[in-house]
């Protein structure tokens, strides 16, 4: 069957599988903003904006997510009041600054098909930022303090909320003078909304507290308030938690009650639903959901407004594929799929999935790395995949190369495929050599540890790159001077990644193996096993699991304040909590002597102190890799171009590898 492609100007045969997503190729209305599709990039803040206002380079980001056919884009979170501003890290709307940049950013997306909503926010108590080092005043409803910043809020004075609201008013104004086509309120997660929503946050006795009703005003005056002054041509939607996800949050059944009573008022166009809480640790890993949260699971909460409200309901949260997003909207759970960190790792995802090419898409494997990792660094959001993400301007769509040349690319890790795949996708011609019989380097050991299947997508996404771009693998193949003789190459790129060491330290009457060896089954720990965390990476927690899991006895001895602390702050807490459940010792600050008869030695390193692990009989050691230096040979041929990348360089992660290799692959 044939369908007439606008995008690509041509007709296209469908197959069965590509009308599977016909259902989320359809229009849609929120209020008076039709979508030509129902998939839409939730908010997501990018670090992109400078001073509290759009930069060259956010509108870039965005432009790259439009042309890439995504139906609707809901910017990120934007500040309305002094009392929560942060211009460093917040576009902030409370200043008419905004409007310049912003229709700039909307109009250059309307003209590629996708309208643009602008996020109004407040955190209320959920303060972690400072404008000078010293912690800032937080409000909220009540004095209650959260669980994760630990924070003490004041409660808002009276005339204070009042003020509050008018900010959002005059806010969701400025949004449509600068164009934008609708306004969200942010009413979920935990944040100020929320914090007068919940009964357990708001202990108020004045309009604003106690009985549902007057819970609900701040929300319901905001909505109001802002319908007026942006008028009827403008869509204006809630975002709401119905699970937060944490022992302290606000009743599902109540947040229904309140999505019905404002569609009633009439002023509500589209709720949005999002799981999890920013007032503390459990609720925050469903905000930023990591690979371990089921993909898709804010679907079944979706489903339930959708049975008590009219309105078009929107969900997000670890939809990743395609197949997921169309059986969510198929089976009537939800009118529109977000796409946030897919659409990092992907902007041309809705393309590729339309053309019939949703096995070319780079799926977003929940490792929260480099888009939230940078996000709550105060970085611009990335991908560990896709570098040219949050680098639209430096290395969004590389030039075909001035001249065709002879590219040979030793080692298949991460580093080694997407320099391989950027060099022949420019037109270079490109030989990529792998030792091993399979690629994907450490990320096969990552991918083989407990729950950690879906970080192998890494390596599964770029096999399918190297592919499309036409680079020709060898497998099984050390590099030599035979294969440099028959290649010819004008260029030589070494990514033959990294090679595990073992401490310089004494060690008998107890086994010592490494980390990876345990992975891949070669070293087989006896019961009583000693982690020696030197790295605080993936590999101690990662082996501390599966050990733990297989009934070894495990104690986890790390060198930094807590285990995992080189990771992403959310995947290492879930994983932390996994640990304790399985019964695993965790000690922080603990540098490793060595061994002798059955006892393991430490030292606190800060106090300096002894700690003594006896009964051991497995020492497994996580400790610094060590560059690979097979290839150091090939430096030294005169005239050959020879450039090392990622791992072979300095250990380090995924996520530098395929920088350095794309940066390297753009200039040659
Ligand atoms: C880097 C980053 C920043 C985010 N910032 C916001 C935000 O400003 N406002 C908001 O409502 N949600 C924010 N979120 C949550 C997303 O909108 C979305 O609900 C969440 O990422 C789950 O969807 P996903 O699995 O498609 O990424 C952010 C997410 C990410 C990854
Ligand atoms: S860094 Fe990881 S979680 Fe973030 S978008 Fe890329 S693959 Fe997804």
New binding site residues.
């Given amino acids: 069957m044939f369908f007439y492609c606008k995008r690509l100007n041509k007709h296209i045969n469908r197959t069965a599988d590509e009308k599977m997503f016909d259902s989320l190729l359809q229009p849609v209305t929120l209020g008076p903003t039709r979508l030509r599709n129902r998939i839409f990039n939730?908010?997501?803040?990018?670090t992109l904006g400078r001073q509290g206002v759009v930069t060259d380079d956010l509108i870039a980001y965005h432009l790259a997510r439009a042309r890439g056919g995504v139906g609707l884009i809901i910017m990120?979170?934007m500040t309305v009041h002094p009392s929560y501003g942060f211009e460093e890290a917040f576009l902030y709307a409370g200043s008419d600054r905004i409007v310049e940049g912003l229709n700039r950013l909307a109009l250059g997306c309307r003209e590629q098909g996708t309208p643009v909503f602008g996020?109004l926010?407040h955190a209320g108590r959920g303060v972690r930022l400072s404008h000078d080092g010293s912690r800032p005043l937080s409000y909220s409803a009540s004095d209650m303090p959260d669980e994760r910043y630990r924070v003490v809020p004041v409660p808002m004075p009276n005339d204070m909320v009042w003020e509050l609201i008018e900010s959002y008013v005059d806010a969701a104004g400025r949004l449509a003078d600068a164009e934008l086509d609708g306004v969200e309120i942010?009413a979920?997660?935990g944040y100020l909304i929320a914090q007068f929503l919940n009964p357990q946050t708001n202990l108020r006795d004045d309009e604003f507290g106690g009985k549902l009703d007057n819970r609900m005003r701040f929300l319901r005056e905001v909505l109001n308030r802002s319908r007026q002054r942006i008028g009827s041509d403008k869509t204006l939607g809630i975002?709401i938690t119905l699970d937060e996800k944490t022992g302290k949050g606000m009743p599902a059944e109540e947040m229904i009650r309140v999505c019905q009573a404002l569609e009633a008022d009439g002023n509500v166009d589209y709720f949005s639903v999002?799981s999890g809480s920013s007032s503390a640790p459990d609720g925050w890993i469903h905000?930023?959901?990591p690979m371990s949260v089921a993909p898709g699971f804010v679907a079944d909460d979706a489903a339930r407004l959708k049975q008590a409200v009219s309105k078009p309901v929107l969900v997000?949260?670890?939809?990743?594929q395609p197949q997921l997003a169309a059986q969510i909207v198929d089976a009537g759970k939800a009118d529109m799929v977000?796409?946030?960190?897919?659409l990092?790792a992907d902007p041309e995802f809705i393309d590729k999935m339309a053309q019939g090419r949703a096995e070319d898409i780079r799926a977003?494997v929940?490792c929260?790395q480099a888009?939230?990792g940078?996000?709550l660094a105060h970085y611009p959001?990335s991908c560990i995949q896709n570098p040219a993400s949050g680098r639209e301007r430096q290395l969004g769509e590389p030039r075909p190369a001035a001249r065709r040349r002879r590219v040979l690319v030793v080692g298949g890790g991460p580093a080694g495929m997407k320099a391989a795949a950027v060099a022949a996708e420019r037109g270079h011609d490109v030989e990529l050599h792998e030792k091993q019989t399979v690629l994907g380097g450490q990320v096969n050991l990552a991918a083989a540890l407990p729950g950690r299947a879906e970080f192998g997508g890494v390596s599964t996404n770029l096999q399918r790159e190297l592919e499309r771009a036409g680079v020709d693998v060898r497998l099984n193949s050390a590099v030599d001077q035979s294969v440099l003789d028959k290649f010819a190459p004008d260029r030589v790129v070494v990514a033959t990644g990294a090679v595990t060491r073992l401490p310089e330290v004494e060690v008998d009457g107890c086994d010592m193996v490494d980390a990876w060896s345990v992975i891949r089954g070669e070293a087989r720990p006896g019961r009583n096993v000693v982690i020696a965390d030197w790295s605080c990476d993936w590999s101690g927690l990662g082996v501390a699991e599966r050990l733990a899991r297989e009934g070894h006895y495990v104690r986890l001895l790390s060198g930094g304040s807590v285990a995992g602390e080189s990771i992403q702050a959310i995947v290492r807490d879930q994983w932390i909590g996994v640990l304790h459940g399985l019964g695993v010792e965790m000690i922080p600050f603990a540098r490793f002597h060595g061994a002798s008869a059955g006892s393991a030695f430490f030292e606190h390193m800060t106090s300096g102190e002894a700690i003594v692990c006896e009964a051991v009989d497995t020492v497994v050691s996580c400790f610094a890799a060590r560059a690979s230096r097979d290839c150091d040979w090939i430096d030294s041929i005169d005239g050959l171009e020879v450039s090392r990348i990622g791992d072979a360089l300095a250990p380090r992660s995924v996520e530098e590898a395929v920088l350095e290799a794309v940066r390297l692959a753009v200039e040659i």
Avoid: D
């Avoid at 977000?338 to 897919?342: E, F, I, S, V, Y």
């Fill in positions: 939730p908010p997501h803040g990018t990120e979170s996020q926010f942010l979920s997660m975002r999002i905000v930023f959901p997000a949260g670890r939809i990743n977000g796409l946030a960190r897919a990092i977003c929940g929260n888009c939230v940078h996000r959001v």
